[in-house]
């Protein structure tokens, strides 16, 4: 409420839909839309945060929960974020409060030698291009976690979006992130296509074994045994999220398209070239734009000149 007050929003507590079938903890209006915030500490199934997901989307709010588990089986299964375990008086206090999880940056590389990044295929480098979601203290460079009350305003005013990315080679399973809206435009100019596709399969219910083992009835009670008995699985990784891998970088994203440019010099020119530009004379290649002879090929190469990537811009 302080948050969306602050940044002149309207929110409101336990806000009802009209028709009195939605309830959201806090209802958050912006030029965007209507956020609907769950702060959901306690256990909740998958069939429930779907249904519960579907029927405030239907009503025009985007739903927008809040978890501080990150076993929690919302996650991935709605838009969400994740949060630190602190005490309710923290939470009430000015403290500000980071989101954890949920809220990825895009990344994308040439995997060449010369990359900060190792290859995720082989761990060396392969020449294509990868694209992927990382938490901001993975990028590179690293970015800013985003605080809850900054995320707050961001949604509401469409700066952070809800986004559904597809596993390239299985499209029925998804992550679910926020993202700045310019990571999401860019995604898409390199994807090619909206990252909207049908919901991943409902999880199978788990089976009831029995291990016919004797109960420990034993009370642990103020122990400090530092044992946990949480068998679900961890679902909120510091993984990249939704890597997609291009053998080459796709023709769409490029500023200044590829096009039948032919370097007609003498060896003396391409010498000279070499020479100015600082590289090998095999490395020269003409610029993708004007066809003037530039470092186009091997380590610290461009696409085109200086002049055609200004205009571009």
């Not at 009670?221 to 890597?243: I, K, M, N, Q, W």
């Amino acid at each position: 409420m302080r948050a969306a007050h602050r940044h002149g929003l309207s929110a409101q507590i336990e806000a009802r839909s009209t028709d009195g079938k939605i309830r959201n903890d806090v209802l958050v209006s912006g030029s965007a839309g209507h956020i609907g915030w769950e702060a959901q500490y306690s256990p909740i199934t998958a069939s429930t945060v779907r249904r519960r997901s579907t029927a405030a989307a239907d009503r025009g709010i985007m739903p927008l929960w809040v978890t501080n588990d990150d076993r929690a089986a919302l996650i991935d299964r709605a838009p969400w974020v994740r949060v630190d375990d602190l005490p309710w008086r923290a939470i009430a206090s000015d403290r500000a409060m980071l989101v954890r999880g949920g809220v990825r940056h895009l990344q994308d590389w040439a995997c060449t030698p010369a990359a900060q990044r190792p290859c995720p295929l082989n761990g060396s480098s392969c020449g294509g291009l990868h694209v992927a979601w990382s938490l901001p203290a993975l990028c590179l460079p690293p970015k800013p976690h985003t605080g809850v009350d900054a995320l707050v305003a961001a949604s509401a005013e469409g700066d952070f979006v809800p986004m559904k990315i597809p596993a390239q080679h299985n499209p029925r399973a998804s992550a679910r992130l926020w993202a700045p809206a310019a990571d999401r435009d860019r995604w898409r100019n390199i994807i090619g296509e909206d990252e909207a596709l049908p919901d991943a399969e409902p999880p199978m219910q788990a089976s009831l074994t029995f291990t016919e083992e004797d109960l420990d009835s034993t009370c642990r009670y103020g122990e400090d045994t530092r044992v946990f008995d949480d068998r679900r699985p961890r679902r909120d990784h510091a993984d990249t999220s939704g890597l997609h891998t291009f053998p080459e970088v796709p023709q769409r994203i490029f500023r200044i398209p590829r096009q039948p440019q032919r370097l007609n010099v003498s060896p003396e020119q391409r010498a000279e070239a070499s020479r100015r530009c600082g590289c090998r004379i095999w490395q020269i290649g003409p610029c993708a734009g004007c066809g003037t002879p530039i470092h186009r090929y091997g380590s610290g190469s461009a696409h085109a000149c200086a002049d055609c990537r200004r205009r571009a811009r």
